[in-house]
């Protein structure tokens, strides 16, 4: 069986590139032409495969589908003009109104404010638990129960659920099992050995090769059997397991309209590329930088999964390539955080995960302003954590940077 790298690179095209185009072209148009009337009505009818508006379909973004496919074994894929759109795109799928899903209360804030405001007013409703204590996540479910939804390594607290657990759990009730594998994509977890029913992901990291682009995806692994879902039973009748993908594709995607472009989907085909060798570099990064921070004097706490001493050590080992390229430390306040991250010169001062750049953000300010102090203590964003997405830079620079910041700049600027 062909390795991770040989697949990302080696997909081929649906027909002949008539000039031999190594790299599958960019086909920047809203709208294609057909050689004559029966040939646009069998492809607006579905009797025929083929390219009408781009909203629906594109060459370049149907080609970098294929690609997902290939690397994570799923059976269907379908890419998105954002990691959210994904997320918003398949709850809206498989559920209805008075429906609910169960969700870890830690997850990325944008996700959260979706999961608790925006679906909420539609009749969708999102419970939280720790998904940690699994009998606190299965008194939830009910018969309205659609899915488990989970982050494989929540953003930014980094806590790692019993993937295995979660599968019996969802397999018992008879629900869907969803995975957002952000912060451990393709290559960096294995959705079909781990049991996910449906993936998804924001591409905009370590797909897209270096923050190129904004993007997300949802991957069917085809193994849920879609009868069981309300909202899908009657297109489990005519398309069986690609039930999910159908409704989506056909219904949902389309209508509200949060198609990938055409020329981002050709920036994060070559980014996916070369994916597993940034991922592999800016992983040992963080896992480097993790041991660093936690002999420096200034540092109360530092976490990542994949230190040993990690509660989650175990886990994030038996279910993860690496834990990710992220983890967080806490200086003890907002004003020291302040002064370190304004010391550095390297890292930089950004929001976004996985890019080729080392990144530092405060999230208490920033991701999750918009949350009061109870709220965001009770998602265990504290004043003095600080949130590194570790690049691809020589880990020797990335320490000289950290000590400098931590040093002479740090102190000057009264932080301790």
């Not at 599958?24 to 025929?48: H, L």
């Not at 169960?102 to 804030?109: D, N």
């Not at 393709?186 to 682009?213: H, M, Q, R």
């Amino acid at each position: 069986m062909k390795g991770f790298n040989t697949k990302a690179i080696h997909v081929a095209y649906n027909q002949k590139d008539p000039y031999g185009s190594l790299n599958f072209p960019v086909y920047d148009s809203a709208a294609f032409e057909f050689e004559d009337s029966e040939e646009i009505e069998a492809v607006f009818s579905g009797q025929k495969a083929g390219f009408a508006y781009t909203r629906a379909g594109n060459p370049t973004v149907d080609f970098f589908e294929r690609k997902l496919k290939s690397v994570s074994k799923a059976k269907y894929a379908v890419a998105f003009a954002s990691g959210m759109a994904a997320i918003s795109n398949t709850v809206m799928t498989i559920c209805a109104l008075g429906d609910n899903i169960i969700s870890s209360r830690y997850l990325f804030g944008h996700t959260y404010s979706l999961f608790t405001k925006t679906l909420a007013g539609f009749g969708v409703e999102t419970r939280t638990a720790d998904f940690c204590d699994l009998e606190s996540v299965e008194k939830l479910i009910d018969k309205n129960t659609r899915a488990l939804f989970f982050e494989t390594v929540t953003n930014p607290q980094l806590e790692v659920a019993d993937i295995a657990a979660l599968r019996e759990m969802a397999d018992r009730h008879g629900i869907l099992l969803i995975a957002d594998s952000t912060m451990t994509p393709p290559y960096l977890s294995d959705g079909e050995a781990l049991g996910f029913d449906i993936e998804v992901v924001s591409t905009t990291k370590f797909f897209s090769g270096g923050a190129t682009s904004i993007g997300g995806a949802v991957l069917d692994y085809g193994v849920y059997e879609w009868g069981k879902n309300p909202a899908l039973k009657d297109w489990a009748h005519k398309f069986g397991s690609g039930a999910f993908f159908n409704r989506l594709k056909k219904e949902v995607f389309r209508n509200f309209g949060a198609a990938m472009s055409p020329h981002n989907a050709y920036l994060q085909s070559l980014g996916l590329e070369t994916m597993a060798l940034r991922a592999d570099k800016a992983c040992i990064n963080a896992l480097l930088l993790a041991k660093w921070l936690k002999n420096q004097t200034d540092i109360k706490s530092v976490n990542y999964p994949g230190l040993e001493e990690s509660k989650f050590y175990k886990l994030a080992s038996m279910q993860f390539r690496y834990p990710g390229s992220t983890l967080t430390f806490d200086l003890g306040s907002k004003e020291a955080c302040y002064a370190f991250m304004d010391s550095l010169k390297i890292a930089r001062r950004s929001t976004n995960l996985c890019d080729n750049k080392t990144l530092v953000i405060h999230p208490h300010s920033t991701i999750y302003a918009e949350y009061n102090e109870e709220q965001k203590a009770a998602m265990r964003i504290s004043p003095g954590m600080l949130r590194i997405s570790l690049g691809i830079e020589d880990f020797e620079d990335i320490a000289d940077d950290f000590s400098q910041a931590l040093g002479a700049n740090f102190i000057k600027n009264g932080a301790f």
